[in-house]
C-alpha cells in the first residue's frame, strides 16, 4: 500500500473535516509525500541525514520530514493542528546546522519569521478556523487575539511570539549583540509556547540551537579524527569548528 493511500485510510477523518477549510484542504493536497503520524504532541521533525563516503569523500544530504498529530482531541482541533504543521512540513526552507555563518540569532529569526516558520503556520491555522467556524463549529481557541473582522493579523502573531515573560533576559544575554535586532521581543506574558518544552518559543529555539551546535561539533571533531591526511576537506571544517564551536555564552540554567 503506499503512503498516501495508508495516510488516507488511517486519517480519513481529520482529512475528511479539512475539505471544509480550502487553506486547509490546499495543504493536504500539496502534503501526499508527507509522512504523517499520531503522537501525544503536534510537531514537524525534519531531521538532515548526511551521508558521508571516506574513500570518495562524497557528502550526500537527505531530508526526512515527519509530522506527528495529537491524537486525543476533536477532529476539528487536530484538522487545525494539522494545517499547522502542514506549513512547516512543506516549507523548503532548511537551517543547515554545519553552516560556520549561522548564529544563534539567525536561527531563532529563521525559524520564527521565515518561510514557513512559526508565524506563516499561525496564520494559515487561523485562517482554517475563520473557515470552519463560517460553516457552523464554534470553538475557543489560541487564534481569538489574532483575528479582527474574520482576518487574521500577522503583526500581532508576530509580537505574540516574541512575548516572553521572564525568560527576556535570558533570551537577551544568549543573543548578546543581536538582541537589538529584535524589535518585538517583550517581557509581556507569554501567550505561545513551543510544543517541545514548556518555554515561550525564543528560549526554546535558542536551546535546540545549543544542542544542533554541540551534536555537529561533536561529529566535526570525530570526522577529523579520521581523517588524517584529507587536508583539504578537513580546512573546511575547522573553520566551522573555529566559528561555531567556540565556548559562548550559552543559556543560564532555567530557575
Ligand atoms: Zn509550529
Not at 509522512?35 to 574513500?55: A, C, M, Q, Y
Not at 551546535?213 to 581523517?227: D, P
Request: charge should be negative; include cysteine; proline fraction near 3%.
Amino acid at each position: 500500500m503506499s503512503m498516501f493511500l495508508y495516510a488516507l485510510c488511517v486519517y480519513a477523518d481529520v482529512f475528511e473535516f479539512m475539505q471544509r477549510s480550502q487553506r486547509a484542504s490546499q495543504l493536504l493536497r500539496q502534503a501526499q509525500h508527507v509522512k504523517i503520524e499520531w503522537g501525544s504532541v503536534s510537531r514537524t521533525d525534519k531531521v538532515l541525514h548526511r551521508h558521508f563516503n571516506i574513500k570518495t569523500l562524497e557528502e550526500t544530504n537527505e531530508l526526512e520530514v515527519l509530522v506527528t498529530v495529537r491524537k486525543d482531541q476533536s477532529e476539528l482541533a487536530q484538522a487545525l493542528d494539522l494545517t499547522h504543521e502542514l506549513v512547516h512540513a512543506l516549507s523548503v526552507q532548511h537551517l543547515d546546522p554545519y553552516n560556520p555563518e549561522l548564529t544563534a540569532a539567525d536561527y531563532m529569526k529563521t525559524t520564527i519569521e521565515g518561510g514557513g516558520g512559526e508565524v506563516e503556520a499561525l496564520i494559515a491555522e487561523c485562517q482554517a478556523l475563520i473557515e470552519f467556524r463560517q460553516q457552523g463549529f464554534a470553538v475557543d481557541h489560541r487564534c481569538a487575539p489574532y483575528i479582527l473582522h474574520q482576518k487574521v493579523s500577522r503583526s500581532k502573531i508576530l509580537s505574540a511570539y516574541y512575548r516572553t515573560g521572564e525568560w527576556k533576559e535570558r533570551v537577551q544575554k544568549r543573543l548578546g549583540y543581536f538582541a537589538r535586532h529584535f524589535q518585538y521581543l517583550s517581557s509581556q506574558k507569554p501567550l505561545l509556547y513551543s510544543s517541545t518544552g514548556n518555554t515561550p518559543y525564543p528560549y526554546a529555539l535558542l536551546e535546540e540551537f545549543d544542542m544542533l551546535t554541540a551534536e555537529a561539533c561533536l561529529n566535526t571533531h570525530k570526522r577529523i579524527e579520521n581523517m588524517e591526511g584529507k587536508n583539504e576537506l578537513i580546512a573546511g571544517m575547522r573553520l566551522f569548528l573555529l566559528k561555531r564551536c567556540q565556548v559562548e555564552a550559552h543559556l543560564d540554567e532555567p530557575r
